[in-house]
């Protein structure tokens, strides 16, 4: 089987994130940028399943040159090869990044694309969606269950539904997943993992080849960082006295009761 996985390089949540001027974007100069969580849960998804059928994991993703380490992390875990769609001087939104992707996906012909079921950075949920409309494939998203028929024509999938409840979905292959948390237990690296990932190839392409419509649909325009949270107050007195007081600063200053 040939496996596709879709990779996006994201801050590392415990990174302290910084403006840079004029509060544009982000100062890229002291983040430290890591495969996205959810992401994670896919490529231990199409490892697995290449342990069973057979083939090759292919990677994928769109970002400027330093996504490369991200690509080179994945191929230390097993993955085969990588394919990193150049965006520097592209103006991405999640219509934008599912185009690529899918232009770069759509001559490997995927048996199987497995995709985290959200980036933890723009938490939009929308890109591999958008890539499996894109490919015409059916897709399931999120899943935290998944197997395959022995011939490997389908694959059944569990979703999480609102109230507790859950989805059991069978999917003809080709088809494309977006994976959740708790899927599975996702691998570290070996040493000879890591030896072997920097001979991997990865292809590198223009986004301007692979697609001809690059205007993003949605423009951001500035970013704020939250405002700092006030510093608390502590009520003394007896419990009841401290009651009495909570329920006028509630009623008087901040206006909720």
């Known amino acids: ?43 231990e998804e199409a490892l697995r399943l290449k342990e069973r059928a057979g083939g090759e994991v292919v990677a994928v993703t769109v970002g400027p040159a330093r996504a490369v380490e991200a690509l080179r ?10 394919i990193r769609i150049d965006s520097e001087g592209v103006d991405l939104d999640s219509f934008v990044t599912a185009g690529l992707l899918a232009a770069a996906c759509a001559p490997e012909k995927f048996d199987a694309i497995f995709a985290g ?11 591999h969606i958008g890539v499996a409309e894109l490919l015409s494939l059916p897709h399931v998203s999120p899943i935290e269950k998944f197997s395959v028929s022995e011939d490997f024509s389908k694959a059944t999938v569990t979703r999480p539904v609102s109230g507790g409840e859950k989805d059991i979905v069978e999917a003809s292959l080709p088809a ?82």
């Open 1 to 43: 089987m040939k496996i596709g996985v879709l990779i996006k390089q994201v801050p590392d949540s415990e990174t302290r994130i910084k403006l840079n001027s004029g509060g544009a974007g982000l100062d890229e100069g002291e983040i430290k940028w890591v495969i996205n969580p959810f992401d994670e849960y896919a490529l």
């Open 117 to 127: 079921k959200q980036a933890i950075d723009d938490d939009s949920a929308q890109v």
């Open 73 to 82: 992390q994945a191929m230390a875990l097993g993955v085969d090869r990588g």
């Open 176 to 257: 494309l997943f977006g994976c959740e948390k708790g899927l599975n237990e996702p691998r570290y690296a070996s040493l000879p993992g890591i030896m072997k990932a920097r001979s991997k190839p990865v292809a590198e392409i223009n986004a301007s080849d692979l697609c001809a419509d690059l205007s993003a649909r949605v423009k951001l325009s500035s970013f704020e960082l939250p405002p700092e949270r006030a510093a608390g107050r502590i009520l003394k007195g007896t419990p009841a006295e401290a009651a009495e007081e909570l329920l006028k600063l509630l009623r008087e200053e901040a206006g909720v009761v």
